[in-house]
Nanobody, 118 residues
Framework: QVQLVESGGGFVQPGGSLRLSCAPSQTRYGAYVWGWFRQVPGKQREMVATITPGGQTNYAASLKDRFTISRDTDNGTIYHDMRDLDADDTAYYYC????????????WGQGTQVTVSS
């Protein structure tokens, strides 16, 4: 089992930046694709960014230029750096780990709220 603990959410003004962190319960991350998702009331959860064990990243097209996902290879922590934030980025953000071979082994953190408001 993989437990994920997110942190770094909070309030930020439009145009500001924020870093989210996802700390896994184990550091053997090679079998998983890691990512950040977000959800707002009335809408489906959407993928924001993912990173493979080899470091290949994938982003939602509309967010590619503003968001960056990365990994601390020593402890497996996943980071999500967000910049030029606006109100549309307000959402509950979740860290995710999905097994590459057995995708039913799909783990989620509790989430962290990001609110962009002046």
């Amino acid at each position: 089992q993989v437990q994920l603990v997110e942190s770094g959410g909070g309030f930020v003004q439009p145009g500001g930046s924020l870093r989210l962190s996802c700390a896994p319960s184990q550091t053997r991350y090679g079998a998983y694709v890691w990512g950040w998702f977000r959800q707002v009331p009335g809408k489906q959860r959407e993928m924001v960014a993912t990173i493979t064990p080899g470091g290949q990243t994938n982003y939602a097209a509309s967010l590619k230029d503003r968001f960056t996902i990365s990994r601390d290879t020593d402890n497996g922590t996943i980071y999500h750096d967000m910049r030029d934030l606006d109100a549309d980025d307000t959402a509950y953000y979740y860290c995710n780990a999905r097994h590459k071979v057995a995708p039913s082994r799909d783990y989620w953190g509790q989430g962290t709220q990001v609110t962009v408001s002046s």
